[in-house]
């Protein structure tokens, strides 16, 4: 029997236990490679908020042996909603019942995080050459022409045939190969909170997905856990986005934006926790994801505005083409890595613009604007709306 690629090469090291890295972890291990994955938080998790994925996600998960244990824990919406934030009537719907599965192939599923990243580490440790290294802050790393050496902010130094920077946002590992500065911040913040189900205000379609969309603001709700309990999300325009403050000026700031916002979302704003803020940010599609030995994946790589729900998704495509494309360079890893962006800079790019264009002319509208939204969007019928998603949802990598 020949060396296998990983036998000859050394780990590959991946920096970031979030989504995009440890779905790479086992598409990575899935073809014969050591993988350790280095994760600065002191237990691999996630935050306790749900999240929405699409059908493009699903063929990836059924390659990486976990797409029944996702719909396990999943609920499928029948419909996401946008709903206009004064008159509280729907501007538009994508409907995601079973003409929706049946189009897709696939269904739209919300499922909480702490439940989806459970599934991923079950998975990795499944995979005895899958290593899961928690409180791993890595610091930088070297690329010496024939392997990488990643280091720790406890000072280890740790060899491997090739670094992904699967550290997000504010990625680290982007940092020193690109050196494009912080994501860009958009002014605008996020308050997300859990709350039983039978708390949720009654005149909101609770059993769905919905985005109540007005001038400045947005609320996105949906069920989590059976219906056990209800996430919902705030986000809002605010020229305090980079401040700390407290749960009081918080308080004050959201009961100033919604104050004419219909009564469904105010009495949704009183039963925020606000103890917690995140300011929104994205970055502009860019070229030159990898550099030698060293590669970006998912959110360091085309962070974007959270309008399509696709910034996990698109991390999560990332890591079965990632490793394709490692495969099929049979250890030319720059040339792997070239090729990985060349098969998924036009599809992200698409995300992280259309993105940007919802967030402004769909979600957040004000005056004449909104509209003209309503009444071109209120005409569409559910194949109109299909038709525009096709491309997301149809053309995902299988
Ligand atoms: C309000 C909001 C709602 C969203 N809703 C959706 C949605 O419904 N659907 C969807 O698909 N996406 C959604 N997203 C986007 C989604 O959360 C991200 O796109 C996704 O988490 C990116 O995955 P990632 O693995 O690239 O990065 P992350 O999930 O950010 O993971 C990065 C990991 O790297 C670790 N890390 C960072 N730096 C270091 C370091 N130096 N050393 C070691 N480890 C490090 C972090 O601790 C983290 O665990 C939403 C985002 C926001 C803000």
């Not at 036009?346 to 264009?357: D, G, K, M, N, Y």
Request: glycine share 10%; proline share 5%.
């Amino acid at each position: 029997m020949g060396w296998s690629v990983a036998e000859r090469d050394g780990a590959a090291l991946i920096v970031g236990g979030g989504v995009g890295g440890l779905c790479a972890a086992i598409a990575l291990a899935d073809k014969g490679w050591q993988v350790r994955v280095l994760e600065q938080a002191p237990q691999f998790g996630a935050i306790g908020y749900g999240i929405q994925l699409g059908p493009n996600v699903f063929p990836a998960f059924e390659r990486l042996g976990i797409a029944q244990a996702v719909l396990a824990k999943s609920l499928l919406p029948g419909n996401v909603w946008m709903i206009d934030a004064f008159d509280g009537e729907p501007v538009t719907r994508v409907r995601t019942d079973d003409a929706f599965r049946r189009r897709y192939g696939h269904p739209y599923v919300v499922i909480h995080r702490v439940d989806l990243h459970k599934i991923l580490v079950d998975a990795c440790k499944r995979w005895p050459s899958i290593t899961l290294d928690e409180d791993a802050a890595v610091t930088g790393y070297a690329d010496e022409g024939d392997h990488v050496v990643v280091s720790t902010q406890d000072g280890r130094r740790l060899e491997g045939a090739f670094v992904v920077g699967a550290d997000g946002l504010r990625s680290r590992v982007r940092a020193q190969m690109i050196g494009d500065g912080d994501p860009q911040l958009i002014g605008y913040v996020a308050h997300r909170t859990i709350i039983p189900f039978e708390k949720a205000p009654k005149g909101a379609p609770l059993n769905d997905v919905a985005l109540w969309g007005g001038p400045g603001f947005h609320i996105v709700h949906y069920p989590l856990r059976e219906k056990t309990i209800f996430n919902i999300v705030a986000v809002f325009r605010t020229d305090t986005f980079s401040q700390k403050g407290d749960v009081e000026s918080y308080r004050a700031e959201l009961q100033a934006t919604y104050r004419d916002a219909h009564p469904v979302m105010r009495e949704m704003i009183a039963m925020l926790d606000l103890e917690r803020r995140w300011p929104i940010a994205d970055r502009a599609p860019q070229r030159g994801w990898s550099q030698g030995r060293a590669v970006l994946l998912g959110d360091s790589a085309h962070a974007t505005l959270q309008s399509l729900a696709q910034g996990a998704g698109m991390a999560i495509e990332d890591a079965v083409v990632f490793a394709d494309c490692v495969e099929a360079g049979g250890g030319d890893h720059p040339a792997a890595f070239a090729a990985f962006e060349k098969k998924r800079l036009s599809r992200t790019a698409r995300v992280q613009l259309e993105s940007r264009f919802m967030w402004d002319h769909l979600y957040h509208t004000e005056g004449v604007e909104s509209q003209v939204r309503n009444e071109a969007y209120r005409a569409r019928s559910d194949e109109d709306v299909w038709r525009c998603l096709d491309w997301l949802y149809r053309d995902g990598p299988r």
